[in-house]
């Protein structure tokens, strides 16, 4: 779906009757909650914890009001009408009876994650569909020893998925054909662009290329080349301006006449700048000291949730730029 689509969609958001079950409700576990009661969909969430379901709700309805604030809520229901689709839910069969998608988001830990299957798997509806928003673990591992296993399939978001809508959608080799069109689609209907991996690899795609660019930005604060602000600003001042627009394979291909002028131009140059590649660091020892030392410096470690709030800000302009720029 093309960003004009998108609108028109949320031009058109109705409450649905359609039933959603978050199982944990964390950062990612509350922020997927807010997504589908944007689109008014009904979502049950549920946590082992009661009191952080409380706190969630509580900390949606700020968010949402704050959004309304800066004119970047998402839909046209007011934000009472997308709260008001956010339920508490104490009882997890309860949650997940009649819904037609559960979502888990509990920490990434593979015991904890398929014992967490396990108490899903009865109550699951045969035609529904249990999402994991595991961020590297392969579907397989996490669903080899399900009865629905042919109903799962990984949903890994971008952090805070509520402003970043980069979703991969992992099948494993005995998902059911209709799981990742469905998936698919409902992710784009609540505003998330999502990828698809042909194939499982440990570590998805996203992390594989975010450990690619921690370990190398590790290795030159190792190596005295550059502090930790610097090599952050290398990003956010320089490739990450343009990785908001394009990805890396378009964007060299634009800084040359086509890929085949960017091999002649810069392959040679490539292979010998990675040749001096180290391997990737031991996260730990004086470097990591170093890194945190200067970062804790510039964001105290009790303003964390300031901080978040104001790269949540910013990313939500971000997305409304894009889709202004696209309409
Ligand atoms: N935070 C990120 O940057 C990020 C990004 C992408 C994907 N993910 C993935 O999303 C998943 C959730 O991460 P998070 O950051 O939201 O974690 P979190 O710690 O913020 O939230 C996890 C929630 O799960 C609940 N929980 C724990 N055990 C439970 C159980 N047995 N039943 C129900 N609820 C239970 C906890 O009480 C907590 O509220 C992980 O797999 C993580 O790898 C995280």
Redesign the pocket.
């Known amino acids: 779906m093309d960003s004009k689509e998108f609108t028109r969609n949320m031009a058109e958001t109705k409450i649905k009757k359609d039933k959603i079950c978050i199982?944990?409700?964390?950062?990612?576990?509350k922020s997927f909650a807010m997504l589908f009661a944007s689109s008014g969909y009904q979502v049950y969430m549920?946590?082992?914890?009661s009191s952080?379901v409380t706190d969630a709700l509580s900390n949606i309805r700020v968010q949402l009001l704050d959004l309304q604030e800066m004119g970047l809520l998402r839909g046209t229901l007011s934000v009472d009408q997308q709260h008001s689709c956010i339920r508490g839910a104490t009882d997890l069969g309860q949650a997940i009876k009649g819904a037609c998608f559960v979502l888990e988001?509990?920490?990434?830990r593979l015991d904890?994650k398929t014992?967490?299957y396990k108490s899903i798997d009865p109550f699951l509806e045969p035609s529904a569909i249990l999402g994991s928003?595991?961020?590297g673990l392969v579907p397989s591992l996490l669903s080899k020893d399900l009865k629905n296993r042919n109903r799962f399939i990984v949903v890994?978001?971008?952090?805070p998925p509520f402003y970043a809508p980069l979703v991969e959608l992992i099948p494993s080799p005995w998902t059911d054909s209709d799981v990742l069109p469905t998936t698919k689609s409902l992710c784009t209907e609540i505003g998330q662009a999502p990828v698809v991996l042909n194939k499982e690899i440990d570590g998805f795609v996203l992390n594989r290329i975010q450990y690619a660019i921690i370990g190398e930005c590790w290795n030159i604060v190792k190596a005295g080349v550059m502090s930790p602000e610097d090599v952050d600003k290398v990003m956010s001042e320089g490739l990450g301006r343009r990785y908001a627009f394009m990805g890396p394979l378009e964007t060299a291909y634009l800084n040359a006449d086509g890929w085949l002028s960017y091999q002649e131009r810069y392959a040679d140059m490539m292979e010998r700048v990675t040749s001096t590649f180290e391997p990737f660091p031991k996260v730990e020892g004086p470097t990591l000291q170093t890194i945190h030392n200067e970062f804790v410096r510039k964001i105290p470690l009790d303003q964390l949730d300031a901080r978040r709030k104001w790269r949540d800000e910013r990313l939500a302009r971000l997305s409304k730029l894009k889709k202004d720029m696209d309409n």
């Open positions: 199982v944990g409700s964390g950062l990612i576990g549920y946590d082992i914890q952080q988001c509990v920490p990434e904890l014992s967490v928003s595991a961020s890994h978001p971008t952090n």
